[in-house]
């Protein structure tokens, strides 16, 4: 028997579960020494670069190329 309930909470853990990915990508992203310039450009393009990959838009403005 279908139960509403039981979708929601279907739900709510896949969005939990990729944002608790995303977090952590943007964590090692923000740890990594590598990226290493005064302004940060590097590690904002890496996570603005992450969102799109998750098909979440961020915009244009980070275009400079």
Known sequence: ??????????????????????????????????????SCFQRIEAIVKLMEELDIYCGNRHDFG
């Open 1 to 38: 028997m279908y139960d509403p309930r039981e979708e929601q909470e279907f739900y709510r853990c896949l969005v939990s579960d990729a944002s608790s990915r995303a977090l952590w990508k943007i964590r090692e992203i923000l740890a990594d020494d590598t990226l290493d310039d005064p």
